[in-house]
C-alpha cells in the first residue's frame, strides 16, 4: 500500500510559478516511478510528468514542456513539480501517483495504481 498526500496548491497570475509537493509513506518510496496528472473541469485525467525510481528518467507532456520540472528526495520520501510560466490553461487539480509495476515511465492513467486526493492550482489571467 502506499499512501500519496499533495500540497502546494493555490491562486497564482499568469507568467507566476508553484511547487507542489507530494509526500508518500507505506512501500519504499525509492521502489517505484512518481507521475503527476492534472485534470480540469469537463475535462479528463491528462499526463504531466513523470519520474523514475532512481531520478534517472523523466517524462513531460508537450504542454509543459519547458516550464515544469519533476524531482524527487528519496531521502524524504517526497516528489516534487515545480511550475513556471504558468498559463491560464494550466489551471487544474493536480494529483500525484504511484506507479509500483517497474515496467519504467507511464503516461497513461491505468499505469498508476495510487493516487492522492489532488491539489488545485488555479492561474489567472
Known amino acids: 500500500q502506499v499512501q500519496l498526500v499533495e500540497s502546494g496548491g493555490g491562486l497564482v497570475q499568469a507568467g507566476g510559478s508553484l511547487r507542489l509537493s507530494c509526500a508518500a509513506s507505506g512501500r519504499t518510496f525509492s521502489s517505484y516511478a512518481m507521475g503527476w496528472f492534472r485534470q480540469a473541469p469537463g475535462k479528463e485525467r491528462e499526463f504531466v510528468s513523470a519520474?523514475?525510481?532512481?531520478?534517472?528518467?523523466?517524462s513531460y507532456a508537450d504542454s509543459v514542456k519547458g516550464r515544469f520540472t519533476i524531482s524527487r528526495d528519496n531521502a524524504k520520501n517526497t516528489v516534487y513539480l515545480q511550475m513556471k510560466s504558468l498559463k491560464p490553461e494550466d489551471t487544474a487539480v493536480y494529483y500525484c501517483?504511484?506507479?509500483?509495476?517497474?515496467?519504467?515511465?507511464?503516461?497513461?492513467?491505468?499505469?498508476?495504481?495510487?493516487w492522492g486526493q489532488g491539489t488545485q492550482v488555479t492561474v489567472s489571467s
Open positions: 519520474i523514475s525510481s532512481s531520478s534517472g528518467y523523466t
Open positions: 501517483a504511484a506507479d509500483t509495476s517497474a515496467q519504467g515511465l507511464r503516461v497513461g492513467v491505468k499505469g498508476y495504481d495510487y
